[in-house]
């Protein structure tokens, strides 16, 4: 952090000719880096001359990465796909998330470069932060904890679940600041209420891994606390996030983003809904029109709060059937697991939906003669094990899901 007051450095206020002139000029660079440095980028650019990449439309020409094919390019040369552009000996750490798909971090440094977006979200040097995202397996924990070590907070590693030792840490240690799901703040701020643990402590939520619907936010804000989230990947770290203006998200520093039209490479015009493609800067993990699978639209103007850089509208919705329930990813491919497991079980659809702003899940299951609970368990066990996630289970008859091809049906409104 270079700044200090209302920004997390000069970045976020430079003139936006400027910045897009230093972003552009900077393209080449690392594509150059990625090209030589990594086996993947290798072969997918090797008719594309670095040096010429150095505007947006020059971008444009070059080739989509899909977030939805990581997992087939890991299977095939180990761990990473060869999309790294640093030799393993240099990465200090791998995670996995749900697919499973592997991603590289780091112990020091903002590594995901998440202290811009908890630096507007409230955080500031010396607070406490209670982080309640996960410290196994996945990196959200991580990425977190690192974004407010560069600020200069102290972290509390929570992690998930355990919500009344969260409180009694909580009531005890004081935090200034919440980290985590937003799902779980309403958790814990209506249990802290009803049992009479006082959490006015808390000045600043930074939220993000799953949707923040405006009931939801208005919920928080009668709770006493007033979220901002934010929005990045465990590949691509921070993509944007948003300030106290609460007028869309602020788009990265570190990165290039795009909108294009789901299915293709071709950006869309402002304001059009598409996906989001994201070059980043990195070079441990150089990710070129790295396609995430979410949808957004470019929101035109620039914020009140005095940040300069292009916003999206945020989250809305998925590109293609694969979901985030309770902050993780869930795959087709991770239902399909659950059918294989099960001879009894004919076809398959995971209905996605919300109660009382909490995402649930129902595993409706087509099945070939007397289900029974025995049968209803053990398919219980094996969604949760497949998915990361506990979800009910529904039998129903053979004949009943709609032949349409979904197996992830996502049901949830945010309004």
């Known amino acids: 952090m270079t700044g200090a007051g209302a920004y997390f450095d000069e970045l976020e206020i430079r003139d936006p000719e400027q910045r897009e002139a230093e972003q552009m000029a900077a393209l080449a660079a690392a594509i150059g880096h990625a090209k030589a440095n990594s086996a993947y980028f290798a072969d997918l650019l090797k008719d594309v001359a670095p040096a010429e990449v150095i505007s947006r439309a020059a971008l444009a020409r070059l080739p989509v990465t899909r977030k939805s094919d990581l997992k087939a390019h890991q299977a095939a040369a180990r761990p990473l796909g060869g999309l790294n552009g640093a030799p393993l000996s240099q990465i200090e750490q791998i995670f996995m998330s749900p697919g499973p798909i592997y991603e590289p971090g780091a112990r020091t440094g903002d590594f995901w470069r998440m202290g811009r977006a908890l630096y507007a979200a409230g955080c500031r040097a010396g607070d406490l932060v209670h982080n309640t995202f996960s410290y196994h397996m996945t990196p959200a924990g991580m990425m977190m904890e690192a974004g407010a070590a560069a600020i200069g907070c102290t972290v509390f590693p929570a992690g998930t679940g355990n919500t009344e ?70 590949d691509l770290g921070l993509i944007a996030y948003e300030t106290p203006a609460l007028e869309g998200m602020v788009v990265d520093e570190g990165i290039v983003l795009e909108i294009v039209r789901p299915g293709t490479g071709d950006p869309v015009e402002d304001g059009e809904v598409g996906e989001i493609v994201v070059t980043t800067f990195n070079p441990v993990y150089p990710l070129i029109r790295f396609a995430t699978g979410d949808m957004s639209a470019v929101l035109g103007g620039t914020s009140p709060c005095g940040r300069t850089n292009r916003r999206i509208k945020g989250w809305m919705g998925r590109a293609d059937q694969t979901t985030k329930v309770k902050g993780m990813f869930v795959h087709p491919g991770q239902v399909e697991q659950v059918r294989k497991r099960h001879e009894a079980l004919v076809r398959v659809r995971l209905v996605v939906d919300s109660v009382d702003n909490v995402d649930r899940m129902t595993l409706r299951c087509e099945v070939a003669g007397d289900g029974g609970d025995a049968l209803r368990a053990a398919v219980t066990e094996t969604l949760q094990a497949s998915c990361k996630l506990r979800g009910g289970v529904e039998f129903v008859a053979p004949g009943t899901l709609p032949n349409d091809g979904k197996v992830i049906d996502d049901v949830r409104t945010y309004e």
Do not use: H, N
Request: charged content about 20%; glycine content about 12%; overall charge positive.
């Open 165 to 234: 030792m969260q409180l009694q840490a909580m009531a005890e240690l004081r935090p200034a600041a919440y980290v985590g799901t937003p799902s779980f703040l309403k958790i814990l701020l209506e249990k802290g209420r009803d049992t009479g643990i006082d959490l006015s402590c808390l000045r600043a939520a930074s939220v993000g891994g799953e949707a923040l619907p405006p009931s939801l936010r208005a919920e928080l804000k009668a709770l006493g606390v007033g979220p901002i989230q934010s929005y990045g990947t465990a």
